[in-house]
């Protein structure tokens, strides 16, 4: 990050501190900048060089805060807030179900000078987003809000997109996009590495992307990120609600995502007493292989149906995807014979926001029907075995994940070679494994070995709370499994 864009967010981000003390929490916070800048920067698209309409009807823009004091600023923030809610397009996303959260008038009119001071249009577009990009980053840090499950590490997005290689044309989709660290990436890679014209600029601005996220907030700051990253423009790239509810029809030629973890639906449902429930739901689809309420192995079945043929994905993955029986053993062999799944990159623990995850990354192609398998050789590549990673001490870097992304050859991958941390496993060898189970370590682990080698107390007490965790949410599994097949019979 810049010294400029640094030396922005932690001014913005210092006023943080005073309003916590009237309960905004962090995610409170950004949303409420989200608003405020939006207004701030139509307002300035109105002034020269730039002349633009406003697309702020009159009497709810950015002048209107300007001159109001106490009672009657909060009053006429919380009008503005309503009705821009029912807007359409763009607006509609930023302000749908927006509610003022700063309680106190004078603190609001303080944020409002603070803003006013900036003039936001004028920054580049690399260091608009720049800023975003920590703020979001730092409400991500705030484990008690829960918002870094929608916040994956950078140096991670970095890396696949880097493997993966987006090219110009190309429709590119995350179906749970959460802040939209895929798509910025693969705008970047997009715009660093090629040359464009007018007609593939116009087409990586407005034509390359679709998004979604089940959660109106989460949303909310995807489209004012993309925004500020000069991607979609006046037009919303991102929609609002579960992608697993339906097959949407459209195809694209690649899915980059990380869908949420954990079995739970965020959709509320009613039933007929009145009752809310979030139990999992258990979706329906033609398209699927196998009916589950397993959320992470419906994600898998939705993406190989979001892509065309011959499309290419890349999905994060928790470790029971790889090894579940039931739902988890029939969608593994399908997904085996009818894509050429190549790539498994096992990801250590410390590095996401959410704690107790084991995580990984599944690249693969969508291919035509074939009676013949498509998968030849699965590669594994083991960041876990050995490796301790903490979100503040020893956080994942991009370098970290340099040795990945050499071993993938991405230039050409069926020129890879064997090394200690990445080992090629054949369709026959997979498929013949307990449950065609892809959950495999060949690396021997150290502090197995040598008590001289065991990591610090900390990294084993974490480890221990994960592993814990991991087993909570398996037997949670088993006993949804359990009540589902009682309700059945």
Known sequence: MSNESASIVQRVWNYCNVLRDDGVSYGDYVEQLTYLVFLKMADEQTKPPFKKLSTIPQGLDWRSLLDKDGTALETHYRHILETL????????????????????????KRLIELINSQIWIGLGIDVKGEIYEGLLQKNAEDVKGGA???????????????????????TICDPACGTGGFIISAHDYISNHYQLDVEQKRFLRFNT?????????????????????????????IEVGDSLISDPGTRFDMVLTNPPFGKKSSIT?????????????????????ATSSNKQLNF????????????????????????EGGAGETVRRKFLHECDVHTLLRLPTGVFYAQGVKANVLFFDKKPASEKP??????????????????????????????FIRCYHPQNRYERKPTERFKPYTFNELIQRDKASMDITFMKDESL????????????????????????????????????SKTQS
């Open 85 to 108: 809610a029912k807007e359409k397009g763009l607006l509609g996303v930023i302000f749908r179900k927006s509610q003022s959260k700063i309680p106190d008038p004078a603190k609001l």
């Open 374 to 403: 498509w998968t030849q050789t699965l590669w594994i590549y083991d960041l876990r075995t050995n490796k301790h990673f903490t979100l503040k001490t020893n956080p994942l870097s991009y370098e970290d994940l340099q040795d």
């Open 300 to 323: 898998l079945q939705h993406v190989k149906t979001l892509l065309k043929i011959n499309g290419k994905a890349a999905i994060v993955v928790p470790d029971n995807v790889l090894f």
């Open 209 to 237: 992307f679709s998004g979604k996220d089940i959660v109106d907030s989460v949303a909310r700051l995807c489209v004012m990120n993309l925004y500020l990253h000069g991607i979609g423009g006046d037009t919303n790239p």
């Open 148 to 170: 870094g499950q929608y916040f994956t590490p950078r140096p991670l997005i970095k890396a696949i997109v880097e493997v993966m290689q987006p090219q110009p044309g190309m």
């Open 269 to 289: 449902l009613t039933n007929g007493e009145g009752k809310t429930d979030k139990e999992s739901l258990i979706y329906e689809r033609q398209d699927f292989w």
């Open 449 to 484: 070995e040598d008590s001289e080698n065991l990591p610090p107390p900390d990294v084993l007490a974490r480890d221990i709370t994960e592993n814990l965790q991991s087993a909570l949410e398996q037997f949670s599994s088993i006993q949804e499994n359990l009540g589902e």
